[in-house]
C-alpha cells in the first residue's frame, strides 16, 4: 500500500496567514493527489483534485501543486471558515489511501 | 442538484453483517464511479472499495480481507455497501462518495452524509 503521510499533524494560524500543509507519498503517485476539507461533524469536501485542480466553487486562495512523491497545499490568506482538518488521498494504485490529517487551529 | 442520502444508524452484534445504502440524485447514475470510505472516531479516512455503476466493475482493498462487497441497483440509482464479520473495530462512519467520472483515479467531489455503525454486543 502507498503510505501518506502528512505535516504538520496540527497547526496553529490567524485569520490573514498564509499556511503550507505538505503531504508526501512513499512511492510515485504522479498527479493522483487530492485534498480534502473536513469540519466537525460533517463529511469531507474536495478542495483540491489532480494536485492542482480546484472544482467549481472553491475560493482561488485555495491551491496545490506537486507530483511524484511531494505535494503541498497552499491557503494563501485563511479565513475564519477554513479552520478545519485537511487530508490528502491518492488514487495512483488501489488501495487508495489518505494521510493521516492535519488539524488547523485558531 | 446532485444528492447522495445514506441510510440511517445501524446497531449490530459481533459477526454479523451490516448493508449500508447510498441514493443518488440530480444527475445521471451510470457517469459516476463511487468510492464507499469509512472513519473510526477520532481517526483519519479509510477507503473501503469502488463501483463503477455504468457496468458494475469494483475493487476493493485489502484490509478488508474480503469482507466487504459493493454493488449496485441502476433502476434504483442506489449503491450499496456490506460488510460482513462485524467486529467491535468496524465501529465508524460510513461515507458514499462520488467520484469526479467512471475511472477509480478522480477525486470524490461528492459525499453522502454518512451513516453510523455501531458494533456492539
Known amino acids: 500500500d502507498i503510505q501518506m503521510t502528512q505535516s504538520p499533524s496540527s497547526l496553529s494560524a490567524s485569520v490573514g496567514d498564509r499556511v503550507t500543509i505538505t503531504c508526501r507519498a512513499s512511492q510515485s503517485v504522479s498527479t493522483y493527489l487530492h485534498w480534502y476539507q473536513q469540519k466537525p461533524g460533517k463529511a469531507p469536501n474536495l478542495l483540491i483534485y489532480?494536485?492542482?485542480n480546484l472544482p467549481n466553487g472553491v475560493p482561488s486562495r485555495f491551491s496545490g501543486s506537486g507530483s511524484g512523491t511531494d505535494f503541498t497545499l497552499t491557503i494563501s490568506s485563511l479565513q475564519p471558515e477554513d479552520f478545519a482538518t485537511y487530508y490528502c488521498?491518492?488514487?495512483?494504485?488501489?488501495?487508495?489511501?489518505f494521510g493521516q490529517g492535519t488539524r488547523l487551529e485558531i | 442538484q446532485v444528492q447522495l442520502v445514506q441510510s440511517g444508524t445501524e446497531v449490530k452484534n459481533p459477526g454479523a453483517s451490516v448493508r449500508v445504502s447510498c441514493k443518488a440524485s440530480?444527475?445521471?447514475?451510470?457517469?459516476?464511479?463511487f468510492h464507499w470510505v469509512r472513519q473510526a472516531p477520532g481517526h483519519s479516512l479509510e477507503w473501503m472499495g469502488w463501483i463503477n455503476p455504468g457496468n458494475g466493475n469494483t475493487k476493493y482493498s485489502q484490509n478488508f480481507q474480503g469482507r466487504v462487497t459493493i454493488t449496485r441497483d441502476t433502476s434504483a440509482s442506489t449503491v450499496y455497501m456490506e460488510l460482513s464479520s462485524l467486529r467491535s473495530e468496524d465501529t465508524a462512519l460510513y461515507y458514499c462518495?462520488?467520484?469526479?467520472?467512471?475511472?477509480?483515479?478522480?477525486?470524490?467531489?461528492?459525499w453522502g452524509q454518512g451513516t453510523l455503525v455501531t458494533v456492539s454486543s
Open positions: 462518495a462520488r467520484g469526479r467520472s467512471t475511472t477509480l483515479t478522480t477525486g470524490a467531489g461528492y
Open positions: 488521498q491518492q488514487s495512483h494504485s488501489a488501495p487508495l489511501t
Open positions: 489532480t494536485a492542482s
Open positions: 440530480g444527475y445521471t447514475f451510470t457517469t459516476s464511479s
